[in-house]
């Protein structure tokens, strides 16, 4: 039978086998609410349903809960990992997530066991503890996005809202504060079902009431400074790390896809990371190779490369004009640790020796500004999970960026869901900066997206292609970028402030319960 606590709150607590199960279900029904699946309602379901397994758990068994649900979440997001790489990475690389995510739902257990007691008012359990609940998810999510080396900054709650109608609110709070608000609805709804002094009407009353006011809040109103014309090329080449290619093969490709535009008047043409596999600033060939088509185009070339200086190799993105070569350059600023570098190698290399010695290059990591002044027009450049990083956005965007071009390689990751998870952190940049945002890589998933999310143009995975169009230019500066990561900052604060004086509150509840002595 249930208990109460805080003589307001049933306890329905499960059995730790049917918590560990639903835990379980749980990861696998959030990872559904993504892109790949397209079925973003059952993001908010599967977060709730671990809230659920956690209910009447102290902090050691919500610690095993969450290593289930992170497991059983990660494992399955990025099993594409796997395609080239094999299970060595995928198992490293979700189990280290998976630790993340259990010692939030941990730190998460202890906030719905105390916080009801803490603060047994309606406020308190339909407000606060929500809140906090929300803030230790938001503030996990931004630790694991930064660190370690880097972090890695998938599979965010925010994400699994591309193409839902809580998009736009990114555009208000940013990536982390809508994280925050897709996982508060989660918290209110499962703190609802606890509740036994409101009726079921009324528990629908304030679920559906917290939904409509935030899908009434309208996108952020975004003014267009101009427009221009460019051209978006994918050569449908094959870019992996381990491809089996002769050299100038992947420049071809880009070479042919773009030729058939040659009658296009357009302002500048863009190719994808590593759309040219020879280094031009090295190679006179592929020097003039560039120049070729930045003449006959008659507009500027933004191309990646591998280019190597002082002895250090980067992932770069060259502004290339016919004449005067690269007037402009960008090296990666976050590239890839145990695919692009390989960190604490002598540390690293026993667990896995061949699969360690297969990264033989580190690239170095870039420190020039992520801008390109092409023709008047401010462009933000990120290089594949570039886009992934909140202070390079907020970077470009500070230095003027008036679009963003988001140029990508994703052969390594095949037909798998990779391209469209990424695919779905350009479109809420676009949303979250008021910025087109041209997607464009060597494989696919390329398209444009307008600054209200909107699709104007996509090509066919693994066919090569073009996109040409006229796209809005903005100036604009969203409130998600007015704001910075100061929303993250505070709903996370708010978080871990809630879990201390709910694990204070817990210390004293044991000892005030604790048999006496006489």
């Known amino acids: 039978m249930p ?45 709730a349903l671990m809230f659920v397994s956690l209910l009447g758990r102290g902090p050691w068994t919500g610690l095993a809960v969450g290593v289930v649900a992170g497991l059983s979440f990660w494992l399955i997001h990025i099993y594409w990992i796997t395609l080239y790489l094999g299970p060595v990475p995928w198992i490293a690389l979700g189990g280290l997530q998976s630790i993340f995510f259990a010692v939030g739902l941990a730190l998460t257990a202890v906030v719905l066991r105390v916080g009801p007691r803490l603060w047994p008012s309606r406020l308190g359990r339909l407000g606060i503890v929500p809140v906090i609940v929300a803030g230790l998810w938001t503030a996990r999510e931004a630790i694991s996005a930064v660190w370690p080396y880097g972090g890695f900054a998938w599979g965010r709650v925010a994400l699994s809202q591309s193409e839902g109608p809580f998009a736009s609110l990114v555009g208000w709070v940013g990536m982390s504060g809508l994280s925050f608000l897709v996982v508060l609805l989660s918290a209110l709804t499962v703190q609802l079902l606890r509740d036994v002094r409101l009726g079921r009407l009324r528990h629908a009353t304030i679920a559906v009431t917290a939904v409509v006011l935030l899908l009434l809040v309208p996108a952020f109103p975004v003014v267009h400074s101009g427009s221009t014309r460019l051209a978006a090329v994918q050569g449908a080449s094959d870019a992996g790390l381990f491809a089996e290619y002769t050299p100038g093969q992947i420049l071809g490709d880009h070479v042919s896809a773009t030729l058939p535009l040659l009658e296009e008047d357009v302002d500048f043409v863009v190719w994808p990371e590593n759309a040219s596999d020879i280094d031009p600033l090295q190679y006179p060939r592929a020097a003039q190779t560039l120049d070729y088509i930045s003449r006959e185009m008659n507009a500027p070339l933004l191309a ?63 420190t020039r500004d992520n801008i390109f002044d092409v023709n008047g027009v401010l462009a933000g450049i990120a290089i594949c999970f570039d886009i992934a990083d909140d202070q390079l956005i907020h970077n470009m965007i500070d230095d003027r960026a008036e679009i963003i071009l988001g140029q990508t390689n994703n052969a390594d990751f095949g037909h798998t869901d990779e391209s469209v998870q990424q695919l779905a952190i350009a479109r809420l940049r676009a949303i979250e900066t008021g910025r087109t945002v041209v997607n464009i890589s060597t494989v696919g998933t390329s398209a444009i997206i307008t600054p209200n999310g909107e699709t104007i143009d996509q090509l066919t995975t693994w066919e090569p292609g073009a996109m040409v169009a006229t796209v809005p230019l903005s100036s604009t500066i969203t409130a998600a970028m007015v704001a910075g990561r100061q929303i993250e900052w505070l709903v996370s604060g708010l978080g871990v402030f809630g879990f201390v004086l709910c694990g204070f509150s817990a210390r004293r509840i044991r000892r005030e319960t604790r048999p006496h002595r006489d």
């Open 304 to 366: 990646g490369t591998i280019t190597l200086s002082n002895g250090t190799y980067f992932n770069s993105s060259l502004l290339w004009e016919a004449g005067q070569g690269a007037v402009d350059v960008y090296d990666k600023v976050h590239p890839v640790p145990f695919a692009e570098y390989m960190p604490d190698r002598a540390f690293w290399r026993p667990f896995a020796p061949a699969l360690i010695d297969l990264i033989g290059r580190d690239y170095g990591i870039g």
């Open 3 to 47: 208990t109460l606590s805080g003589g307001s709150q049933r306890a329905l607590s499960l059995p730790l086998w049917a918590a560990l199960v639903l835990a379980a279900l749980a990861g696998a029904v959030l990872d559904a609410g993504y892109p790949d699946q397209d079925w973003w309602v059952l993001a908010p379901v599967g977060v």
